[in-house]
């Protein structure tokens, strides 16, 4: 039994079914008999070109464990999978249980991301107590010019 990492790239517009295409290649993995060690749902990402007209693409990085002949045979039937932009099959010594860099890139980017939204609350927050407190103290200002 060979390890292997295969590395999908997904029509982007499976990012909301990628639970059914999942559940769909897992079977198809099984009955070609390799076992799925690990699954890598990294999400839609931009790619670094337009590949068949689409400009992102939804990510998945499989850690699996199968014989060779197995392997040429899954090769041939992505290769024709609609859903499949591009895919890379690779042989491994030793599979990595560890997270890919484009998983922990994607966990940092949304850590950020919502970070900056929280910022931008607390900012617009801050903003609207400070014109609250400016129309509080306007009418007092008023008093004290009219009596002037």
């Not at 939804?58 to 024709?80: D, M, N, R, V």
């Not at 499949?84 to 099959?89: D, M, T």
Request: charged share 35%; net charge negative.
């Amino acid at each position: 039994m060979n390890n292997y990492e295969l590395t999908l790239i997904l029509n982007p517009d499976l990012s909301t079914k990628f639970d059914s295409f999942q559940t769909k290649f897992e079977k198809t993995l099984t009955t070609a008999d390799f076992k799925i060690n690990k699954l890598e749902n990294i999400g839609r990402r931009q790619l670094a070109y337009s590949i068949l007209n689409h400009n992102k693409g939804h990510y998945a990085i499989y850690q699996i464990e199968g014989p060779s002949e197995a392997a040429l045979e899954l090769e041939s039937k992505l290769k024709y999978d609609t859903s499949v932009i591009r895919h890379l099959l690779l042989k491994v010594n030793t599979p990595s249980l560890e997270d890919s860099l484009l998983l922990t890139e994607s966990k940092e980017l949304k850590k950020t991301s919502q970070d900056d939204e929280k910022n931008q609350e607390k900012l617009k927050s801050n903003s609207e107590k400070k014109i609250d407190e400016a129309s509080d103290e306007e009418p007092s200002s008023k008093k004290s010019e009219d009596s002037e």
